[in-house]
């Protein structure tokens, strides 16, 4: 056989697989030299690129036209029980953003990682490569067992991955609380996927699909699987995890938890509810829009009173993980109701925002990545003006911090335009509550996207503009070239969607194709996006940044030609007040404090105020959340308790035991006869 | 090619009209208040004179300080652009729908926030808050309002919907429309830093929103910022006109007769409007800070009744 005709016998699926192994063998590599920072971080993660760029460009074939759903049974797994792997519309979208966000990441994390920070290099790059793999195993899975096998391998990965820095004891319990919440949530999927096979005992996804549930255990496979792979994605309640283990974890790894791993949470809940149950009831649908929405303003309020920057990043996820669900639910609502169109746009929707925010989300999360390695700071109480000692990260982050605002003409717009458009069509529901209360959902999406543009100027004002809160700012350095190209990449993502959103409604077409049965309207020009009829709405991208473009262009020529560009540097004029301190400038607190007042009930204060009296005066604010004190402490007390008392029945006595056996012998035997 | 010609004088026309309706609504506010008023064209002195100043920056200004002013004003030449203020025959208006345009408003207001808390002064950093608090209560509350007109027209673009009121003209008094444009002119108010929210011609430190971002610009850029924020206010009113008042506005295919008239019908309706907004700042009190996101939640509510009501009675 010559090499042309075996290249041709590769198949898409094929070479995902290959593709895979490559990562895992590139971490594997690390091992080599784990120490040699020029080895491990210079060579590998570069090369860990490429692969995700090729895994990109093999799931950007899955979603050509004309593509055939690809299958293989793997030699692998337990003897009667082969893996099965699978590449359709859906597992290839979630590869493209996967690799072409992973990307970024990878290129970013070999300038970022260096030595002394806890794991070493080489081992490190093991658990970020076999994380990367069992993403992208997740997503091809088409049995229960390999879905199964590559989630906890993307847990077990991850979970070493927060833990990088373990001397540190709050990073420990952060990991622990994650990998309590990570195995809480796979029992609700493992349990999902007993549910789904039907008494069949077959635990490949074709048999799921063939299964012919009863409606009510349908509905407890559904609320199984919401519930695992919402403590993944971080729907509240099962949210606490992420404000913890985001910031514990480096910055790459942040971003990849983040940006990816919420994104195959995402994906384990499409598959399961679109494509192994074949959506459902109305009230599923009406279920998860609650969820979300409450998920998303939930998270947005908790973003705006952060004061560490990787914690206020960490909420801004649980926020827009709340949005993607209710673009979920808001389809799976009208799917029920046989609404495909609608159905197919809020999916849409859903699906493009968990793309932009695998871009924007991860672009945020390594630029405090630079700005802790140029600052060793990570508390926005102590940063400041870094706009003028990092011009490259600052312009960079700018533009992530406008897109997950929600800004035209940036990716954020494009997917909150999307998901408004399909919630102005609601009161079309046959169903005379739903269409009343549905469109009311617009007004907390409005409001949370509002409340995102509230929590981006905190936090872009905040780290890089104003003035230094601390000295030692004064000594930060730009990031190198390697994390900068990798925060390029990143940002062009966000302008690109930004430009072409037809485009991408084109791509996630073919996915609305597969699992609603119809795709969003398309317009005749591959410059508009008309989603409802041309009359109806309608939004071009690129025509808006021509517009901002020309019109920026022209005031700037105007001004300067006509006039002049003459500049004089003074000090601040600040209403003439000449002792101006950068402690003046409002603190991350004093940003957030309109938040706190306004939604004060939602939060757990504990406030310390000066005295009158004080000589060194010292305000102390903490918030936290109710949830925690309100219900997981009291749970967290009820296993204790029960445990306790379970340890009654152990009382170390061999009689006991015994005894014990030969109860159950004793009852066995009745039952029997 | 004519409806390009159209779209690029309706866009020179608000520029150019913008500091005329500022200075109308000045002068009425003056007479109002037994001042003698100053003269209509005062925006364009003013104008002039920051224009050909030398601009004073602070010495930790960075570039993204010196870009906002730009970028601000643009966004409001770009939202005069798309808004129907003389005819709806207009070739840009399908880049951006009504809800792009809270949007693009948004986008301006995020920067000139942004601006405010580059130089690291007190006051920057605290009328950056505030904007931002009163934009984030008052973003939803305008949206609520534009779904109405939605719900009302089927459309998320100005250009149908103000031909929607033209065929039908007693959609205005719906009851829905009716609770929506009480909750658009509150709108109007806050987003515009006029009275009751903010005083927009105040230099009491603790209480100016506005004012407090715009502390340490000069010359050219404060320029731009105020020409700026006199066009924001010219397009609330005249998305105000296109919901709810859009007579007078030329439809597809009209004649230069028609077109003259148009803008005849804008100035009457700015001139209203202007004298309108001069007595209700005259009769009302500044708010303290804390009760303005009162004062927004009320708007909020009465544009989600308004959608309410729609849903029920379908009117």
Redesign the interface.
């Known amino acids: 056989m010559n090499l042309a005709s075996a290249l041709a016998t590769i198949t898409p699926l094929t070479a995902l697989l290959f593709l895979v192994a490559s990562w895992l063998s590139i971490g594997a590599l690390g091992l080599v030299q784990p120490n040699r920072i020029g080895w491990v971080a210079r060579t590998l993660f570069p090369l860990g690129a490429l692969v995700a760029l090729a895994v990109a460009a093999m799931g950007a074939m899955s979603l050509l036209p004309g593509f055939a759903v690809q299958r293989a049974v793997l030699a692998l797994g337990l003897p009667n029980m082969p893996f099965h792997v699978r590449l359709d519309a859906l597992s290839g979208f979630f590869l493209l953003l996967l690799g072409s966000a992973g990307a970024g990441i990878s290129i970013f994390a070999a300038g970022y990682f260096r030595q002394g920070e806890g794991t070493a290099p080489g081992l490190l790059c093991l658990q970020y490569h076999v994380f990367l793999a069992s993403m992208a195993m997740v997503v091809l899975a088409d049995d229960a067992y390999l879905f199964m096998v590559a989630w906890e391998t993307m847990a077990l990965s991850s979970y070493f991955l927060v833990v990088t820095q373990h001397r540190i004891p709050e990073i420990r319990r952060a990991g622990f609380l994650y990998l309590l919440m990570a195995h809480v949530g796979a029992l609700g999927i493992l349990l999902s996927f007993g549910v789904l096979q039907g008494g069949s005992w077959q635990m490949t996804f074709d048999a799921m699909r063939a299964a012919q549930l009863t409606p009510a255990w349908a509905s407890a496979a559904f609320a199984l699987a919401l519930f695992g792979f919402g403590a993944k994605a971080g729907l509240v309640p099962l949210h606490v995890w992420l404000p913890e283990a985001h910031p514990a974890a480096p910055s790459p790894v942040s971003a990849m938890m983040s940006a990816l791993m919420l994104k195959i949470g995402v994906y384990g809940l499409l598959r399961v509810s679109w494509d192994l149950l074949h959506a459902g009831p109305w009230w599923w649908g009406l279920l998860t829009l609650g969820l979300g929405l409450g998920t998303a303003l939930y998270g947005a309020i908790f973003a705006a009173v952060q004061t560490d920057m990787k914690r206020l990043l960490a909420y801004s996820s649980i926020e827009n993980i709340g949005l993607i669900f209710a673009g979920m639910g808001l389809a799976l609502l009208c799917r029920s109701f046989d609404m495909r169109l609608l159905a197919a746009l809020a999916l849409a929707a859903t699906l493009i925002h968990a793309f932009n925010h695998a871009f924007f989300k991860s672009l945020l999360f390594l630029v405090t990545g630079s700005v802790m390695h140029a600052t060793g700071e990570r508390s926005l109480g102590k940063l400041?003006?870094l706009?003028?000692y990092m011009?490259w990260v600052?312009a960079l982050a700018?533009i992530g911090s406008?897109a997950i605002?929600?800004?035209?003409p940036l990716n954020g717009?494009v997917s909150e335009?999307l998901l408004?458009?399909a919630f102005?069509q609601t009161?079309r529901i046959p169903h005379a509550f739903l269409?009343?209360i549905v469109?009311?959902g617009?007004?907390l999406v409005?409001?949370t996207?509002?409340?995102a543009?509230?929590v981006?100027?905190?936090f872009?004002?905040?780290v890089f503009?104003?003035?230094p809160r601390e000295r030692a700012l004064e000594h930060a350095h730009d990031a190198g070239w390697l994390e900068r190209l990798g925060l390029a990449w990143l940002a062009l993502g966000c302008i690109l969607i930004g430009m072409f959103p037809q485009a991408a409604l084109d791509v996630v077409g073919r996915i609305t194709l597969q699992l609603v049965g119809t795709a969003v309207r398309r317009g005749p020009s591959p410059w508009?996006m008309t989603p409802v009829t041309?009359?109806?709405?309608?939004?071009?991208g690129l025509?808006?940044w021509v517009?901002?473009l020309l019109?920026?262009g022209a005031?700037?020529a105007l001004?300067r030609r006509?006039?002049?560009g003459?500049?004089?540097?003074?000090?601040?004029?600040?209403?003439g007040?000449p002792w101006?301190t950068?402690r003046?400038?409002?603190s991350s607190e004093?940003?957030g404090?309109?938040?706190r007042?306004?939604f004060g009930p939602v939060f757990r204060m504990q406030r310390e105020l000066p005295a009158p009296s004080d000589s060194k005066p010292h305000y102390h604010v903490q918030v936290q959340e109710h949830l925690w004190h309100r219900l997981y402490l009291p749970l967290a007390r009820l296993v204790q308790r029960t445990a306790e008392r379970v340890t009654i029945l152990q009382g170390g006595r061999l009689s006991t035991y015994l005894l014990y056996s030969f109860m159950t012998l004793i009852l066995l035997l009745v039952w029997v006869l | 090619m004519t409806a390009y010609v159209w779209q690029v004088s309706e866009c020179l026309l608000a520029i150019a009209l913008a500091p005329l309706f500022a200075g109308w609504v000045g002068q009425c506010r003056a007479w109002l208040q037994n001042r003698s008023a100053p003269p209509l064209w005062q925006p364009y002195l003013v104008l002039r004179k920051l224009?050909?100043k030398?601009?004073?920056?602070?010495?930790?200004a960075?570039?993204?300080f010196r870009l906002a002013p730009?970028?601000v004003?643009?966004?409001m030449?770009?939202a005069a652009?798309i808004i129907p203020s003389v005819t709806t025959d207009l070739p840009?208006a399908?880049?951006?729908?009504a809800?792009?345009l809270v949007?693009?408003f948004?986008?301006a207001?995020?920067f000139i926030?942004?601006a405010a808390?580059?130089?690291?002064?007190?006051?920057?950093?605290?009328g950056?808050?505030?904007e931002?608090?009163i934009?984030?209560?008052a973003?939803?509350a305008l949206?609520?309002v534009l779904?109405s007109a939605?719900?009302t027209h089927?459309?998320?673009?100005l250009p149908?919907m103000v031909e929607g009121v033209l065929d039908q003209p007693h959609i205005v008094l719906h009851p829905s429309l009716f609770f929506a444009g009480v909750a658009f002119v509150m709108v109007l108010l806050a987003e515009n830093a006029r009275l009751p929210v903010d005083n927009p011609s105040t230099h009491l430190?603790l209480t100016m929103i506005h004012e407090a971002m715009i502390?340490?610009y000069s010359a050219?850029h404060l320029a731009?910022l105020e020409w700026a924020s006199w066009l924001k206010l010219f397009n609330y009113a005249c998305i105000g006109f296109a919901l709810f008042l859009p007579w007078g506005i030329a439809l597809h295919g009209a004649g230069v007769g028609l077109l003259a008239l148009a803008i005849a019908a804008v100035l009457a309706k700015l001139a209203v409007a202007g004298a309108a907004l001069a007595l209700f700042e005259t009769l009302s009190a500044k708010l303290r800070l804390?009760r303005a996101?009162e004062f927004l939640t009320m708007a909020?509510l009465l544009a989600?009744l308004g959608?309410?009501v729609y849903?029920?009675l379908g009117a």
């Open positions: 400041g003006g706009i003028r011009p600052a700018l406008l605002a929600g800004l035209p717009f335009w408004l458009q102005l009161p269409n009343m469109p009311l617009a007004a409005a409001l996207a509002a409340l543009g509230y981006m100027v905190k872009y004002g905040v503009l104003g003035q508009w041309s009359s109806q709405t309608s939004y071009s025509w808006l517009g901002l019109a920026i005031t700037f001004v006509i006039y002049h003459r500049v004089r540097r003074t000090p601040p004029w600040d209403c007040y101006q950068p003046m400038q409002d004093g940003f404090q309109p938040v007042h306004l | 224009f050909h030398d601009a004073a920056l602070a010495t930790d960075s570039w993204l730009y970028v004003f643009s966004t030449v770009v652009a840009l399908r880049v951006a729908d809800i792009a949007g693009l948004a986008t207001r995020v926030s942004l808390m580059d130089v690291g002064t007190a006051f920057g950093s605290m950056a808050r505030r931002m608090m934009g984030f209560l973003e939803p949206l609520m779904f939605f719900m089927g459309s998320t673009a149908e430190e502390l340490e050219r731009l804390f996101p909020f989600v959608l309410l849903l029920l």
